[in-house]
T-cell receptor, first 113, second 112 residues
Framework: GENVEQHPSTLSVQEGDSAVIKCTYS??????FPWYKQELGKRPQLIID?????GEKKDQRIAVTLNKTAKHFSLHITETQPEDSAVYFC????????????FGRGTQLTVWP | DAGVTQSPTHLIKTRGQQVTLRCSPI?????VSWYQQVLGQGPQFIFQ???????GRGNFPDRFSARQFPNYSSELNVNALLLGDSALYLC???????????FGPGTRLTVL
């Protein structure tokens, strides 16, 4: 199908621990992989993205890794804080245009203080 | 700098009615995409417009249509509303078709 497989659907961690969310895509032509954070009742916000010519990208406590051979990519959040609690979505920007994003079903991350 | 704006914020309609949702992209952005987000799921791609032309369409029936105006704002129209059309409708803008997308706050549509 068009959707991206995302796991886990829920994730609970203690403050300060790391959180990892994984996504798998199917189209080898996919070349852009953004991650969005959506707090309850708010818009999805782009937190980090990676393009297919890069294997890893970091931005402070957040990192994304991409394995093109296995067709999967992961979001890593270190030193989690309660304000990291939200739903995280991975997406697959397919083919020659990034105008179409195909999203995973989301991961509800809860960080306990 | 204003972000992506959408109107209205909330809307309640009955089955069979028609609805028009509006989106204003970030200044300078020429591409607008529309997504439907049903509760508990990720956004589903509906349309992409770039330079006033449709560049892509997702797996949605012909009851869904859209257009983009010369100022790059966009409208999404849904005819003959069904209960299953109840969702958050998100608009996202980007500089071009190959750039990062930034979402608006969405329009919450409830069909009774």
């Amino acid at each position: 199908g068009e959707n991206v497989e995302q796991h886990p659907s829920t994730l609970s961690v203690q403050e300060g621990d790391s959180a990892v969310i994984k996504c798998t895509y199917s189209d080898s032509a996919s070349n852009y992989f953004p991650w969005y954070k959506q707090e309850l009742g708010k818009r999805p916000q782009l937190i980090i993205d990676i393009r297919s010519n890069v294997g890893e990208k970091k931005d402070q406590r957040i990192a994304v890794t991409l394995n093109k051979t296995a067709k999967h990519f992961s979001l890593h959040i270190t030193e989690t804080q309660p304000e990291d609690s939200a739903v995280y979505f991975c997406a697959d920007g397919r083919g020659s245009t990034l105008g179409r994003l195909y999203f995973g079903r989301g991961t509800q991350l809860t960080v306990w203080p | 700098d204003a972000g992506v704006t959408q109107s209205p914020t909330h809307l309640i309609k009955t089955r069979g009615q028609q609805v028009t949702l509006r989106c204003s992209p970030i200044s300078g952005h020429k591409s607008v995409s529309w997504y439907q987000q049903v509760l508990g799921q990720g956004p589903q791609f509906i349309f992409q417009y770039y330079e006033k032309e449709e560049r892509g369409r997702g797996n949605f029936p012909d009851r869904f249509s859209a257009r983009q105006f010369p100022n790059y704002s966009s409208e999404l129209n849904v005819n003959a509303l069904l209960l299953g059309d109840s969702a958050l409708y998100l608009c996202a803008s980007s500089l071009g078709t190959a750039n990062e997308q930034f979402f608006g706050p969405g329009t919450r549509l409830t069909v009774l």
